[in-house]
């Protein structure tokens, strides 16, 4: 009896290999009619979202999943339905031990997120515009990892598919920063970060769309759209609500599952902004813990990378893969830390947090505030001090003036012509209505300011004083940390120089994400995932995009 069970047994397993072996039909991308949708989208009441276009004019998906169409083509819609409860809304630890036990592998993982990509982004009801590129190697890469997966930590990365903001350099693909002057820099080598993540065995997945130029280009234009990408949208609500920027497409692709995780950069609130309104978990890391050799910059004194994820824990573990000194990014520090060693304490008992009294008013922020109490924390309500935010545009302007063209002397694929910001505006001149729909008045007053190194010295150190005392509190009065909401703080938190923590706090009436963003002193970052664990865990909120499970 044992052995006709067995028998039985090889048997169905034969047979849903088979059937997962059928040919699929091939999925085509469409361009679609926009017209109506984009008639319909000039009544939003907010300026910004009454977008010109949609769709990239620029990018060919087709040509984009071309290297995938024959591994997808055996991999089946019953597959994808079957692999759901072991990888949708799952950290890391999870999806290593369901490798360890069998339930899954490297390359399915990786075949899962292609075809769940490939799912949404070509149906134009729930295309998202998110993916610029991806990694026609991947597959290969995670054939490999699955090979040699003996010994791998629950905590690693290793195996683990993950997206990059397309301003990051990575070897084997382009890096365009959304802007068509870029669109061919496609032989560079990787960005110090991405050779750190390859080195712990992450899978690079491919790049992502962003607000063009990190969002220092056009004034007033749509968060989330670039000229290469097109216009990103919020899985909460396409068209309703923003995606934050500039990292549209890392909060983006994490909050509806495209990846285990994605990298973001920020200068002023494009890691926190996104993370955000995609209710996702963001960390704005101090200036110098992770390198920025290698990514495509807006200002040295306040740029850095940082990890977008699902949840805390993934987090800390992607902190951990991309840390380490770099001695061709001068602001680089050597950082001797364990984002995740021993685990998180899942207690708030005993933490003194800052609560800002103008916040106050917004009823989600208060009634978390009431949570916090009620589980022991320590809240001093604060009344920070009136600052002057004069000359920052400055502190950008010259920054990126001065800074863009070391990238594209030293970092860019030599085949680029464009050597200056004034290159790129020339250059956008000659097509604007397809590199430039919304102008590039950004760029246009870069090009005019005639602010001096010695001035800009001056406006640095005084950006810097007064974003320190705005957060005084947070020294004066001893608190881990003092609690803001979504990206309302980013600027002064950067001008500081201190980092930022955003995790989902809830949903407004509408459906729109709300986060709590924890702000602490320089090098907290532990301390700031540690507190962010134990509020993610005391609040649970996060829910995935009900379009898009």
């Given amino acids: 009896m044992k052995k006709l069970l067995f028998i039985l047994s090889i048997g169905l397993l034969l047979s849903a290999c088979d059937k997962n072996a059928e040919k699929q039909p091939n999925v085509i991308f469409k361009k679609y009619d926009e017209q109506v949708a984009l008639k319909e989208q000039q009544n939003h009441k907010n300026k910004r979202m009454q977008f010109k276009l949609f769709q990239s004019k620029y990018l060919d998906m087709n040509s984009v999943f071309k290297p995938f169409e024959n591994d997808l083509s055996t991999f089946s819609d019953e597959e994808y339905n079957r692999l759901k409860p072991f990888i949708l809304e799952k950290d890391i630890p999870t999806l290593q031990q369901n490798i360890k036990k069998g339930k899954l592998s490297y390359e399915k993982l990786t075949l899962f997120y292609l075809y769940r990509i490939r799912k949404f982004e070509s149906d134009s009801t729930k295309s998202l515009n ?47 920063a959304g802007a068509i002057a870029l ?57 309703q609500f923003e995606t934050g920027g500039s990292s549209a497409g890392s909060g983006v692709t994490v909050a509806a599952n495209f990846a285990v995780a994605a990298v973001g950069t920020e200068t002023a609130g494009s890691i926190t902004s996104p993370s955000s309104l995609n209710s996702v978990v963001g ?61 998180f304490k899942n207690s708030l008992e005993g933490r003194k947090l800052g609560v800002i009294k103008g916040l106050l008013s917004d009823s989600i922020y208060a009634l978390t505030i009431e949570k916090l109490r009620k589980v022991g924390v320590e809240i001093e309500e604060i009344t920070p001090p009136e600052i002057s935010f004069d000359g920052f545009t400055t502190l950008l302007n010259i920054d990126m003036k001065v800074d863009l063209p070391k990238y594209l002397s030293i970092n860019a694929d030599k085949n680029i012509i464009h050597k ?6 020339l250059f956008n001149l000659q097509d604007s209505l397809i590199r430039a729909p919304y102008g590039q008045q950004l760029f246009d007053g870069i090009v005019k300011d005639q602010t001096t190194l010695s001035e800009l010295s001056k406006i640095k150190k005084q950006l810097n004083n007064e974003g320190i005392k705005y957060l005084n509190a947070l020294k004066e009065q001893n608190l881990d940390a003092i609690l803001s909401i979504n990206n309302y703080h980013s600027g002064i938190a950067a ?40 509020f993610e865990q005391l609040t649970k909120v996060r829910k995935m995009p009900k379009n898009y499970q």
């Fill in 420 to 425: 200056s910001v004034k290159d790129v505006t």
């Fill in 495 to 534: 001008v500081a120089k201190y980092p930022t923590l955003t995790v989902p706090m809830g949903y407004k009436d509408s459906g729109e994400p709300i986060s709590l963003t924890f702000i602490g002193v320089p090098f907290s970052e532990r301390k700031l995932l540690e507190i962010g664990y134990a």
């Fill in 130 to 176: 998110s993916i610029i590129s991806l990694n026609s190697d991947v597959l290969k890469e995670a054939r490999e990892k699955d090979q040699n997966q003996e010994s791998i930590s629950e905590f690693s990365m290793f195996g683990m598919p993950i997206l990059l903001k397309d301003n990051i350099n990575t070897k084997g693909m382009p890096t365009t």
């Fill in 183 to 239: 669109a061919e820099n496609k032989n560079t080598e990787d960005a110090f970060i991405v050779k750190k993540l390859k080195e712990k065995g992450a899978l690079i997945l491919g790049k992502v769309n962003l607000s063009e130029w990190a969002y220092f280009f056009c004034s007033g234009c749509p968060l989330g759209y670039s000229a290469v990408g097109g216009q990103t949208l919020n899985p909460y609500g396409r068209g």
């Fill in 283 to 343: 960390l704005k890391p101090t200036i110098g813990v992770l390198s920025r050799s290698g990514i495509v910059p807006i200002s040295s004194t306040l740029d850095t990378p940082g990890p977008m994820t699902k949840n805390v824990i993934d987090n800390a573990i992607f902190m951990n893969a991309m840390l380490g000194f770099d001695k061709l990014d001068s602001a680089s520090k050597t950082v001797d830390e364990d984002y995740f060693q021993n685990g």
